[in-house]
């Protein structure tokens, strides 16, 4: 551990759009992909891992537009130890400025036995040539031995020590399942410190899962031993359970820079409006007591609790709701409010919003505050990520009716509009008005999916809340995912579909990765 009382510089990788993006459900279109890493880079990110190039033409697009277009982060392509893999990451990398290509191989007896069938000998020599071949194209590499925490520790350090005398820069130490505890975390990154002759010429990095509910303690505890570098994702989204949480690892190292003695690059009020996208993005909800970006975060309903906040906010908070974006007053606008407050509170609320943007915004906000007295901010929220969508309607919504009694077929008439011409269908079929509605649209559109989830939550507090709608299906093998905001929650419903159905016309469903890899 450092006895030094200056503060360490701690690099924030972030592998949302690897990691995060490559577990179930969490798939991004490529505009999708470039929102989320524009947002990084405001964010602070210092590392954006934008894919694994070779698993799919969708990954590898990602990688190209990202490091082509993206500036202020480098940008970061994931490549196994093997040539074809190397070769097509550095393919898409290439025509960025600042880039990092990222090899891996694993080094744990189990992977080196069941998965690769490989002695420790060909390891390294395998880990040495993808480390060689990645530095023929770029200096700056990075070398993980998946796996790391469960990998003999002299083993890891020989491993270890190879790589960075054939070039690597970061070695980042994996802790691929999980399973590490913050104690012997520690050790593994002291072991590294202490018995690597060369370590000084690397970074050392962590990239924690989270199967235990320890990503967050084991990359804290890491950075004690030395570490300099974390990877992370928003929201913790990842394989299984997940990856360390970005926002919780970088609020405990501020709020406890007393004990840690580390800083990072992140902008902390961008976490929340960085959380809300990528949520919004890849239909991952937030838990409501989610540390630092959840609802509940920052509420507090207990008396005692209140009459502190009241006397002094430090007796029951430890760290301020607007340092990590959170508006500490949640300023209610209503119907006579003008564009000039929507834009202030929209700013506020981290969103940057074109003058066309807040066009249509404003006229969304105007209706919605026709049906609901206040509007708070996470409607605004709500409205703003409705109306940022990438995907241009085919299929608008003109009109619904639907007739419902208990013991009944439902009944649903639905019109909608393509252009200028206007259908309408009308559907008696199902077991509740949002499945009749469905129908009428699938048939009007001539489009038949398969709805795999369905969710409804209330954007904010009382009985006028909007709700938002998720809705993921189906359609010719691919997945794909819609969102809908109204008061009423059959119209979100129904507006998730039809986003479903405009997502299907424009091709904008998950990216087909290579299941092989
Ligand atoms: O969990 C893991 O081991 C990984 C590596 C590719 C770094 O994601
Ligand atoms: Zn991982």
């Not at 989320?36 to 405001?42: G, S, T």
């Not at 400025?97 to 020599?125: C, Y």
């Not at 809300?276 to 007591?289: A, E, K, P, W, Y």
């Not at 507090?461 to 709700?467: H, L, P, S, V, W």
Request: hydrophobic content about 40%.
């Amino acid at each position: 551990m450092s006895t030094s009382n200056t503060t360490r510089q701690i690099t924030i990788f972030d592998t949302t759009l690897r990691d995060g993006e490559q577990s179930p459900g969490c798939s991004m279109n490529l505009s999708e992909k470039l929102e989320v890493a524009q947002a990084l880079v405001d964010l602070g990110v210092d590392v954006i891992e934008a894919g694994f190039p070779i698993t799919s033409v969708g990954d590898f697009q990602a990688v190209r537009e990202i490091a082509n277009s993206v500036t202020g982060s480098t940008i970061c392509g994931l490549a196994r130890c093997r040539e074809p893999d190397i070769d097509r990451a550095w393919e898409a990398l290439q025509g960025g400025d600042d880039v990092r290509i990222h090899v891996f191989l694993a080094t744990s007896a189990i992977h080196r036995e069941f998965k690769l069938r490989m002695g420790k000998e060909e390891i390294i020599r395998r880990a040495v040539d993808g480390v060689k071949r990645a530095k023929s194209y770029c200096d700056n590499i990075e070398f993980s031995p998946e796996d790391a925490a469960r990998t003999e520790v002299d083993f890891l350090c020989q491993v270890v020590e190879a790589a960075i005398d054939a070039g690597a820069t970061t070695v980042n130490i994996p802790d691929t399942v999980g399973y590490a505890t913050p104690a012997h975390f520690s050790s593994v990154i002291s072991s590294l410190v202490n018995r690597v002759p060369n370590i000084d010429k690397a970074v050392i990095s962590v990239h924690c899962h989270n199967d235990l509910g320890l990503a967050v303690a084991n990359s804290l505890a890491a950075v004690e031993s030395g570490a300099g570098q974390i990877e992370c994702t928003v929201n913790g989204l990842g394989e299984r359970a997940g990856n360390c949480s970005l926002e919780e690892v970088v609020m405990a190292m501020r709020t406890r820079n007393d004990y840690y003695k580390v800083d990072t690059r992140i902008n902390t009020p961008r976490l929340v409006p960085t959380s809300r996208l990528v949520s919004n993005i890849t239909g991952m909800l937030v838990q409501r007591n989610k540390a630092i970006v959840g609802r509940n975060a920052f509420a507090h309903e207990a008396g005692i609790h209140q009459d502190g906040m009241l006397k002094e906010s430090t007796t029951y908070e430890i760290m301020r709701p607007q340092d990590v974006g959170f508006m500490r007053t949640d300023l209610v606008l209503g119907k006579h409010s003008g564009r000039a407050a929507l834009a202030d509170r929209a700013k506020a609320l981290g969103y940057h919003l074109n003058d066309e943007q807040l066009v249509s915004v404003f006229e969304a906000f105007k209706s919605l505050a026709d049906k609901k007295k206040d509007v708070y901010d996470g409607d605004i929220a709500a409205l703003i990520e409705q109306q940022n969508t990438t995907i241009v309607d085919q299929w608008k919504l003109v009109t619904y009716e639907i007739q419902s009694t208990s013991g009944n077929t439902p009944t649903a008439t639905i019109t909608l509009s393509h252009g200028d011409q206007e259908t309408t269908a009308t559907k008696s079929c199902g077991d509740g008005p949002l499945d009749a509605l469905f129908s009428a649209i699938e048939e009007i559109t001539g489009k038949a999916v398969v709805v795999r989830d369905f969710r409804v939550q209330s954007a904010t507090r009382g009985k006028d809340a909007q709700g938002e709608s998720i809705i993921e299906a189906e359609f010719n093998g691919r997945m794909y995912r819609g969102r809908g905001v109204s008061t009423d929650t059959v119209e979100a419903g129904t507006r998730a579909f039809l986003n479903v159905i405009n997502r299907i016309e424009v091709g904008a469903g998950e990216s087909d990765r290579n299941e092989a890899i």
